[in-house]
């Protein structure tokens, strides 16, 4: 079954530390792969999305095939980046959208 | 207002009660989505409309039932609830088409509590 798995419930770093967010999929076909964020009190949103390749305030994912894997990395965190942060992966063809249990990201001062 | 709106914001109700949660989308998209958030458990999906037709049911129970009466508006008719249907409700939309899904717009949340 397709599945997303981030391992990290809870992810804390000093600020300008570098942070990776982890995610690993399971789906046999070439999938979408997505971050969304969810900053405080505010709703989920689009981070970046695999096939766009493009840098979001400085957050890069890189899907690995090999690995199954889609971390999401930043070089130098902002308190600002604290947030809950959310894997997910599209079904080409489908209108199924799966979603990880997502990672509380706490960049502290 | 443009986005996606849910209402109500928050809905306690008993085991008996018969309520409904409303979305609406002024996006212009195409298929509207239905999931549960749960604490400790990953989004999961309920139910998708793709141009107002169900295309997905996620084995979801049939005290949920939902509405699509047009491209901007999703209900969720709620009867006989349980005390473990208590979560996050999150509507969502996109625009279906070519390969696949793309981006989701969610919804603030309807929080629902089942006593």
């Known amino acids: 079954a397709q599945r997303v798995t981030q391992p990290e419930k809870l992810l804390s770093v000093f600020k300008g530390a570098p942070v990776e967010l982890k995610c690993n999929y399971s789906y046999s076909g070439s999938p979408e792969l997505f971050w969304y964020v969810q900053y405080s009190r505010q709703r989920l949103q689009l981070l970046l999305r695999?096939?766009s390749r493009e840098s979001i305030k400085g957050f890069t994912a890189d899907l690995n095939k090999g690995e199954t894997s889609f971390h999401l990395k930043k070089p130098f965190a902002q308190e600002e980046d604290s947030a809950m942060y959310y894997c997910a992966l599209s079904e080409a063809g489908t209108y199924k959208y799966i979603f990880g249990t997502g990672t509380r990201l706490k960049v502290l001062a | 207002e443009t986005g996606v709106t849910q209402t109500p914001r928050h809905l306690v109700m008993g085991m008996t009660n018969k309520k409904s949660l409303k979305c609406e989308q002024h996006?212009?998209?195409?298929?509207m989505y239905w999931y549960k958030q749960s604490a400790k458990k990953p989004l999961e999906l309920m139910f998708v409309y793709s141009l107002e037709e169900r295309v997905e049911n996620n084995s979801v129970p049939s005290r949920f039932s939902p509405e699509c009466p047009n491209s901007s508006h999703l209900f969720l008719h709620l009867h006989t609830l349980q005390p473990e249907d208590s979560a996050l409700y999150l509507c969502?939309?996109?625009?279906?088409?070519?390969?696949?899904?793309?981006?989701?717009?969610f919804g603030e949340g309807s929080r629902l509590t089942v006593l």
């Open positions: 996006l212009g998209h195409n298929a």
């Open positions: 695999h096939i």
């Open positions: 969502a939309s996109s625009i279906q088409g070519g390969r696949g899904t793309g981006e989701l717009f």
